[in-house]
């Protein structure tokens, strides 16, 4: 037996981007190659695609953990990475993409509606691009960019033009099975339906879709039962169809009380709902007193405002009326939805004052620097190559971040954080005042970075006199 799951919650890797590589032309008779390092690859996407064929969540119920390929290192030679694989996940029609707080990103409605859940890295640039008329040999190339990763919650939400709903065994299911070519389970015991049911029906010239919806009954807006967990499934349909049994053996239940329970827990439920079209269907006129129950309650419905038809699937009697005021109501509703107009593509300039970059000042003299570029550009450099990071350096001022870092009142020596808290890259600044190849020494060197660090001292010294004061104060004893 196929199990139905129509929430997850998903974590998804995307690819590491792969690094450039650093290398050298070597032939004979030709010493000064140059720089032939080839780029990395770019990282895998995961991408999350609407396809018909799926109906269920299930494989990520049993599978959350799902990663794309990493990008490929580049090689000498000029030979770039290959690219990472992008890693396609197909979803049901009618897939909700959450974030753990709850906010929608994206709704998945469609064949072929794509999201992208996690995007790859960028590959890192070989030496041979990084080359220029100041570093035509760079004995370094930048790392690639790791992919984003993070968590997503799917939300199936059953995509149907009419839902019936009802008590357990009012007869959802033996409807749906004789309007359509649905074949759902069907018992004499309350929740034989377990998950929806879709089938498809045809009226004239109008094809649309049904939903048997699980029984609700009394709390189901707070859980109880079945309710809660495919209510989300009624959302998207245009009309409700109240499934009303008139051959119950419960003495404390009636058509019109079964109504009023259904319709409290909806409006309970919310989403919406409240403003949907409703039908009423008396279900099982053909057993002996549903007729005449069906005869005493349809005025009382019928004051109420509601459309009633009188069915039996059994002998199917008032199908045909039933099923052609349905298809009347969904051409209605498809004709008043406004038309979906094609995608714009918006065009936002950055503003002429936006550096792109912010810089904040925080205590202990920690200058911290927060924007896209340079902490990309901080996530790309190697650190154990001083030349990599004077390349940074070069970066970074050229961006103005040297200029805002002044204006802020960095000096020389002061800390300076780029990226946030938990992972950024933390040195001592030197506002350069020379750059490119009169900075070089051999390649993968760069004499800025043999200056000494007076911020770093300084915090060293600071930390030792308070090791000094800790070990002071554990030999103290205040009661000696």
Known sequence: MTTFVDRVEL??????????????????????????????????????VVDQSVTTLLDYHHSPH?????????????????????????????????DKQGNVLADLVGEGTTYVAAQGGRGGLGNAALASARR???????????????????ELKTVADVALVGYPSAGKSSLISVLSAAKPKIADYPFTTLVPNLGVVTAGSTVYTVADVPGLIPGASQGKGLGLEFLRHVERCSVLVHVL??????????????????????????????????IVVLNKVDVPDGQDLADMVRPDLESRGYQVFEVSAVSRQGLKELSFALASIVAEARAAKPKEEATRIVIRPKAVDD?????????????RVRGEKPERWVRQTD????????YLADRLNRLGVEEELLKAGARAGDGVAIGAEDDAVV???????????????????????????????????????????DEAYEGFDPFA
């Open 136 to 154: 035509k040999v760079p004995g370094f190339a930048l790392l690639g960019e790791p992919g984003r990763t993070g968590d997503v919650v799917l």
């Open 245 to 278: 049994d008139t051959a119950t053996l419960e003495s404390d239940r009636d058509p019109a009380s079964d109504l009023d329970v259904i319709e409290a827990e909806l409006a309970e439920y919310g989403a919406g709902l409240e403003n949907r079209p409703r």
């Open 427 to 469: 040195f001592d600044w030197e506002p350069t005042m020379a750059s490119g190849a009169e900075m070089l020494g051999r390649r993968g060197e760069d004499h800025r970075f043999e200056a000494p660090r007076p911020a770093a001292q300084r915090r060293r010294e600071r930390d030792a006199a308070r090791d000094e004061a």
């Open 11 to 48: 974590h998804v890797a995307a690819g590491n981007g792969g690094h450039g590589c650093a290398s050298v032309h070597r032939e004979k008779f030709k010493p000064l190659g140059g720089p032939d390092g080839g780029n990395g690859g770019r990282g895998g996407d995961v991408i999350l």
């Open 383 to 390: 650190f154990s190559n001083d030349e990599a990071v004077g």
């Open 66 to 98: 799902r990663k794309a390929t990493n990008g490929k290192p580049g090689e000498g030679g000029n030979r770039s990475g290959k690219d990472g694989g992008d890693l396609v996940l197909p979803v049901p029609d009618g897939t909700v993409v959450l």
């Open 355 to 367: 550096a792109g970059f912010t810089v904040t000042r925080e205590e202990d003299d920690l200058f």
